[in-house]
């Protein structure tokens, strides 16, 4: 079983910078994805970023590319969600996820079997 704890959220201005983390107990195989989901209010889960444990190989969503970056910390057992230049638009709560198996789409929402509980994050303008 994973068990996966999000923080960093909070209230900030357009153009800010938040650093979101994501604890993880336990990696359902080797070299294994943790991914990072938003959702903002009446819309569909959105896939934002993943990294894998071992050869940190990194993938942006659309909504992520040229602001957010995605990184993990091994000895902490840590993913971070680093986020520039927020914009209105990235309001949402956001989760982050692991999948039971290597997943085919790394970007698929429904490849990913463990959840965090989620954290706001409201950015105004």
């Known amino acids: 079983q994973v068990q996966l704890v999000e923080s960093g959220g909070g209230s900030v201005e357009a153009g800010a910078s938040l650093r979101l983390s994501c604890e993880a107990s336990?990696?359902?195989?080797?070299?294994?994805?943790v991914g990072w989901f938003r959702q903002a209010a009446g819309k569909e889960r959105e896939f934002v970023a993943a990294i894998r444990w071992i050869s940190n190989s990194p993938w942006l969503g659309d909504s992520a590319r040229g602001r957010f970056t995605i990184s993990r910390d091994n000895a902490k057992n840590t993913v971070y969600l680093h986020m520039n230049n927020l914009k209105p638009e990235d309001t949402a709560v956001y989760y982050c996820?692991?999948?039971?198996?290597?997943?085919?789409?790394?970007?698929?929402?429904?490849?990913?079997?463990?959840w965090g509980q989620g954290t706001q994050v409201t950015v105004s303008s």
């Open positions: 336990g990696r359902p195989y080797s070299d294994s994805v």
């Open positions: 996820a692991a999948p039971a198996t290597d997943p085919a789409r790394i970007w698929a929402r429904e490849e990913y079997d463990y």
